[in-house]
T-cell receptor
């Protein structure tokens, strides 16, 4: 069966510090991968998606970036965090696109102070 | 463009029914429904595709009116476990990238 992992589960970082969140998927090959951010009490905002190794599409201009160095690994990064980067970051995968459900990881709760 | 969900919140007693709506001003290819409990990841409930195809859990029912670009999620004989925030996510172009735009959510609370 397929599983999706995210780490760390929680993170408290000072403004201006770098960020690296990792997501890995097991049990499937060539998945579509997604990064979402959810502000407190709000909906999910798609940040990045990837349909293959090295293929990253950005949905929202910001100081975040994403990379997919391996088929089942998706990394979210920032060189300098802003207060507005605080939120619940969710990684998800799907077999294809809109015809298939997305499976979400457990999430990383990021607080920028 | 973000879909609009209604109502924003619903309070039920166990066994009661509820309908949650999701509307878009643009033509849609698919509508996805997820439920999220506090502090947890969203869990898939249902996909409705342009043309009538659906896939999801047996105990969940939903509809997609392509003329109105509106989807409704029907929760019948509610249980305590149904409590949570329900999100619809929409995809417009069917390019198979799964770029979903989510609504603001509907908070459902079921009391004993």
């Amino acid at each position: 069966s397929q599983t999706i992992h995210q780490w760390p589960a929680t993170l408290v970082q000072p403004v201006g510090s770098p960020l690296s969140l990792e997501c890995t998927v097991e049990g499937t090959s060539n998945p579509n991968l997604y990064w979402y951010r959810q502000a407190a009490g709000r909906g999910l905002q798609l940040l990045f998606y990837s349909v293959g190794i090295g293929q990253i599409s950005s949905e929202v201009p910001q100081n975040l970036s994403a990379s997919r160095p391996q088929d089942r690994q998706f990394i979210l990064s920032s060189k300098k965090l802003l207060l507005s980067d605080s939120g619940f970051y969710l990684c998800a995968w799907s077999l294809t696109g809109g015809r298939d459900e997305q499976f979400f990881g457990p999430g990383t709760r990021l607080t920028v102070l | 463009q973000q879909p609009v969900q209604s109502p924003q919140a619903v309070i039920l007693r166990e066994g009661e029914d509820a309908v949650i709506n999701c509307s878009s001003s643009k033509a849609l290819y698919s509508v996805h429904w997820y439920r999220q409990k506090h502090g947890e990841a969203p869990v898939f409930l249902m996909i409705l595709l342009k043309g009538g195809e659906q896939k999801g859990h047996d105990k969940i029912s939903a509809s997609f009116n392509e003329k109105k670009q509106q989807s409704s999620l029907y929760l019948t004989a509610s249980q305590l476990s149904y409590s949570g925030t329900y999100f619809c996510g929409t995809e417009r172009d069917g390019t198979s990238y799964g770029k979903l735009t989510f609504g603001q959510g509907t908070i459902l609370t079921v009391h004993p």
